[in-house]
């Protein structure tokens, strides 16, 4: 059986599926095995993987699977891909985004050689019509980790950002260890954020490795979640965020919560200010409602000063 098993979870990137498959094929660590799973893909992604395992007969495939209508949301096929594999490590290569060829070698030997750690994830590249736009790097300063060398680090330290912020800005930077029990369902059910919530679950009782290397390269274009999350309010976001706090029980965030709203999503949408349709996703939703129109009043008022 093979060491780990590569989650492909294809929906309409047809212009960038040969990059990805390519990259996987190219990888110096072999020990692996395929699961692809198309989400009902519109244009010719079907044609392109089959095309493409024909053409390549030692890409190790376990499962090809194309669902017979569309589930609205990519980490049905995340949930999917690691309900069906059967190997210690996964990786969820996203079928947009593409990486070096010692990606996998890089990030496995650190978890073979690191049996406390439950994922290690790698720097990354956001990359746009061929040009570097962002790296990932300015989210990871404070790891201290120096470039080209990973550390070990306690769950602590990567806890304590969630959910307003996280140390991984794109699932295709991580390695895993498959859970030995089976994952929640709920936590695939957020159509934006259920990264979070699945990186928080394997991370919960471990720690966690980061390899200061740009192995990475995450595809920005216009059908990626953060064209998406640009174009439109941000609203979900907060909802899911809220779901964060209850399913994990960080009652002390509360307020952490109420000024990222406000600061984040208020301030640009004023007319909005009335809307706490998020506050009250919280379990103790009602409870704080006073709390967020304190904590906005003071916001406004030191807006009014600061002027």
Same mark, same amino acid.
């Given at each position: 059986?093979?060491k780990?098993s590569?989650?492909?979870?294809?929906?309409?990137?047809?212009?960038?599926l040969?990059?990805?498959?390519?990259?996987?094929?190219?990888?110096?660590?072999?020990?692996?095995e395929?699961?692809?799973?198309d989400? /009902?893909?519109?244009?010719?992604?079907?044609?392109?993987i089959?095309d493409?395992?024909?053409?390549?007969?030692?890409f190790?495939?376990?499962?090809?699977?194309?669902n017979?209508?569309?589930?609205?949301?990519?980490?049905?096929?995340?949930?999917?891909?690691?309900?069906?594999?059967k190997?210690p490590?996964?990786?969820?290569?996203?079928?947009d985004?593409?990486?070096?060829?010692?990606?996998?070698?890089?990030?496995?030997?650190?978890?073979?050689?690191?049996?406390?750690?439950?994922?290690?994830?790698?720097?990354?590249?956001?990359v746009?019509?061929g040009?570097?736009?962002?790296?990932?790097?300015?989210r990871?300063?404070?790891?201290?980790?120096?470039e080209?060398?990973y550390?070990i680090?306690?769950?602590?330290?990567?806890?304590?950002?969630?959910?307003f912020?996280?140390?991984?800005?794109?699932?295709?930077?991580?390695?895993?260890r498959k859970?030995?029990?089976?994952?929640?369902?709920v936590?695939?059910?957020?159509?934006l954020?259920?990264?979070?919530?699945?990186w928080s679950?394997?991370?919960?009782?471990?720690?966690?490795?980061f390899?200061?290397?740009?192995?990475?390269?995450?595809?920005?274009?216009?059908?990626?979640?953060?064209?998406?999350?640009q174009?439109?309010?941000?609203?979900?976001?907060?909802?899911? /965020?809220?779901?964060?706090?209850?399913?994990?029980?960080?009652?002390?965030?509360?307020g952490?919560?109420?000024?990222?709203y406000?600061?984040?999503?208020?301030r640009?949408?004023k007319?909005?200010?009335?809307?706490?349709?998020?506050?009250?996703?919280?379990?103790?939703g009602?409870?704080?409602?006073?709390?967020?129109?304190?904590?906005?009043a003071?916001?406004?008022?030191?807006?009014?000063?600061?002027?």
């Open positions: 059986m093979a780990l590569i989650i492909l979870p294809s929906y309409n990137h047809a212009a960038f040969k990059d990805r498959l390519e990259s996987i094929s190219n990888q110096t660590y072999k020990d692996w395929a699961i692809i799973i989400d /009902k893909s519109t244009d010719n992604s079907v044609q392109i089959t493409f395992l024909n053409s390549n007969p030692d190790k495939v376990r499962h090809f699977i194309v017979e209508s569309n589930s609205c949301s990519g980490y049905f096929s995340w949930q999917k891909g690691i309900e069906l594999a190997t490590y996964i990786w969820i290569a996203e079928t985004d593409y990486s070096e060829p010692n990606f996998l070698e890089e990030l496995v030997n650190i978890l073979e050689v690191n049996d406390t750690a439950s994922l290690a994830f790698c720097s990354s590249k956001y746009e019509n040009a570097v736009i962002y790296d990932s790097a300015n990871t300063k404070d790891l201290n980790t120096p080209g060398e550390r680090i306690d769950k602590e330290v990567f806890l304590k950002q969630m959910p912020d996280t140390y991984i800005t794109n699932g295709s930077s991580v390695v895993f859970p030995e029990t089976e994952i929640p369902a936590l695939f059910q957020n159509r954020c259920s990264d979070i919530f699945l679950y394997l991370v919960q009782n471990s720690s966690f490795a390899l200061n290397k740009n192995l990475n390269f995450f595809r920005r274009h216009e059908g990626s979640t953060s064209s998406y999350l174009k439109n309010k941000l609203e979900s976001v907060y909802h899911e /965020k809220a779901g964060y706090l209850n399913y994990f029980g960080q009652t002390e965030k509360y952490q919560f109420i000024d990222h406000i600061k984040n999503y208020i640009t949408n007319k909005e200010f009335l809307n706490i349709s998020s506050i009250q996703k919280i379990q103790s009602k409870k704080l409602r006073g709390l967020y129109f304190y904590k906005l003071q916001f406004i008022i030191s807006k009014i000063l600061n002027k």
